[in-house]
């Protein structure tokens, strides 16, 4: 297991950016596939973003794409997460993942075996 801690959450209002990172502890962060997941008050944990080991291919849940673009380097054990045009709909706790599947474009929280605390984002209208 690989440990994961996120920052970079914040309040912002709609229309505004934010950056996540997330910096794994784990030497073989280049083997895993990383994610983000959200959780809003009263929801589902759901799928967000994806990103493959070597960094080329992404995936995105419909609702951020075009607006939020994942990456990570490998050199530094981050993954990171731009939101851009946020709304509040995207507010919620951010979560970071890691797996060790072979990579697809969607996943569930059940797929992934290290967890980040996660970072708290919240829009204003």
């Known amino acids: 297991q690989v440990q994961l801690v996120e920052s970079g959450g914040g309040l912002v209002q709609a229309g505004g950016s934010l950056r996540l990172s997330c910096a794994a502890s784990?030497?073989?962060?280049?083997?895993?596939?990383m994610g983000w997941f959200r959780q809003a008050p009263g929801k589902e944990r759901e799928f967000v973003a994806a990103?493959?080991?070597?960094?080329?291919?992404?995936s995105y849940t419909d609702s951020v794409k075009g607006r939020f673009t994942i990456s990570r380097d490998n050199a530094k054990n981050t993954v990171y997460l731009q939101m851009n045009s946020l709304t509040p709909e995207d507010m919620g706790v951010y979560y970071c993942?890691?797996?060790?599947?072979?990579?697809?474009?969607?996943?569930?929280?059940?797929?992934?075996?290290?967890w980040g605390q996660g970072t708290q984002v919240t829009v204003s209208s």
């Open positions: 993942a890691a797996t060790t599947l072979r990579w697809r474009t969607w996943y569930q929280g059940t797929d992934f075996g290290s």
């Open positions: 784990a030497r073989t962060f280049s083997t895993y596939v």
């Open positions: 990103i493959n080991r070597s960094g080329y291919t992404t």
